[in-house]
Nanobody
Framework: QVQLVESGGGLVQPGGSLRLSCAAS???????????MGWYRQAPGKQRDMVAT???????NYADSVKDRFTISRDNAEKAVYLQMNSLKPEDTAVYYC?????????WGQGTQVTVSS
């Protein structure tokens, strides 16, 4: 099972930007490149929802609410995945989790808080 560590959360004003990072302790770069990586978020009292996912080959998928504002990317050599968040809105406030999927198994990070407020 892969260990995931998120970083980059914080407090930002509406309209601002943040970049989240997720480092994976995969056994090798080749193994990491097999993972589909994703960012999910959970606001207080709400379910955890998909924000964006990216396959090992770089094919990305986004929730409608973040399209054209967020960009997911990955660096297989560094075994990392990123989420660039622009034009942030108060409704983006949540704990953001990194997830790795491979061979039908999922691993989650501990989460990082993102708060969008003036």
């Amino acid at each position: 099972q892969v260990q995931l560590v998120e970083s980059g959360g914080g407090l930002v004003q509406p309209g601002g930007s943040l970049r989240l990072s997720c480092a994976a302790s995969a056994a090798s770069r080749r193994i990491f490149s097999l993972y589909t990586m994703g960012w999910y978020r959970q606001a207080p009292g709400k379910q955890r929802d998909m924000v964006a996912t990216i396959t090992g080959s770089g094919s990305a998928n986004y929730a409608d609410s973040v399209k054209d504002r967020f960009t997911i990317s990955r660096d297989n050599a560094e075994k990392a995945v990123y989420l660039q968040m622009n034009s942030l809105k108060p409704e983006d406030t949540a704990v953001y989790y990194c997830r790795a999927d491979v061979f039908g198994r999922s691993s989650w990070g501990q989460g990082t808080q993102v708060t969008v407020s003036s």
